[in-house]
């Protein structure tokens, strides 16, 4: 059972073009979102977050937008950079004292041409 | 220092080795992960330590043994692998609750 999905497995963008990837899940629980980067033979790198008291969270040319209701997040780069191409995986976890288990999504390869 | 170091960076060993996979942090961080990620598929948890003790383990086989000396260093022992355990080895470490994990390079483990 999938409880994050990335329905698209790879997307292919112009450079100062906007790149849109979608995530969505199945756990009411979940009540904090990131997003990571990550490079081939490298760990994941933390992109940006968002709570589910928000349905917006900014950071330079990151924006995540969270619809609860529709259990839905995606994340907006613009504009890209060729330095954008990567992984990326959204993910998703449910409030804990100390010691959150991260649920990923099978994660979205993106590739901005020149 | 912001980072989590992973050692070593690459490993090859036979399914009748031991051998032990190291993770270090300084951010103060009280939570510390292992996740393991095959080609193509996401991090998939393993372990986590909170507190210096374990308080999840995803069903792992206890092939995979992990410890956690202290706040700082966590380590997975590694005995009687199979070929099929060949993945990225990541550790991360949090904070707390709902922030976003540090993740190490990870060490890339070849099971021969």
């Known amino acids: 059972d999938q409880q994050v999905k990335q329905n698209s497995p790879s997307l292919s963008v112009q450079e100062g073009r906007i790149s849109i990837l979608n995530c969505d899940y199945t756990?009411?629980?979940?009540?904090?979102f990131l997003w990571y980067k990550k490079y081939p033979a490298e760990g994941p790198t933390f992109l940006i977050s968002?709570?589910?008291?928000?349905d917006k969270n900014e950071d330079g040319r990151f924006t995540v937008f969270l619809n609860k209701s529709a259990k839905h997040l995606s994340l907006h780069i613009v504009p890209s950079q060729p330095g954008d191409s990567a992984v990326y995986f959204c993910a998703a976890s449910a409030f804990k004292a100390a010691g959150n288990k991260l649920t990923f999504g099978g994660g979205t390869r993106v590739l901005v041409k020149p | 220092d912001t980072e989590v170091t992973q050692t070593p960076k690459h490993l090859v060993m036979g399914m009748t080795n031991k051998k032990s996979l190291k993770c270090e942090q300084h951010m103060g961080h009280r939570a510390m992960y292992w996740y393991k990620q095959k080609a193509k598929k996401p991090p998939e948890l393993m372990f986590v330590?909170?507190?210096?003790?374990?308080?999840i383990n995803e069903s792992v086989p206890s092939r995979f043994s992990p410890e956690c000396p202290n706040s700082s260093l966590l380590n997975l022992h590694l005995h009687a692998l199979q070929p099929e355990d060949s993945a990225l080895y990541l550790c991360a470490s949090s904070p707390s609750a709902n922030y976003g994990y540090t993740f190490g390079s990870g060490t890339r483990l070849t099971v021969v």
């Open positions: 968002i709570s589910s008291i928000k």
């Open positions: 756990n009411s629980m979940f009540d904090y």
């Open positions: 330590y909170s507190y210096e003790k374990l308080s």
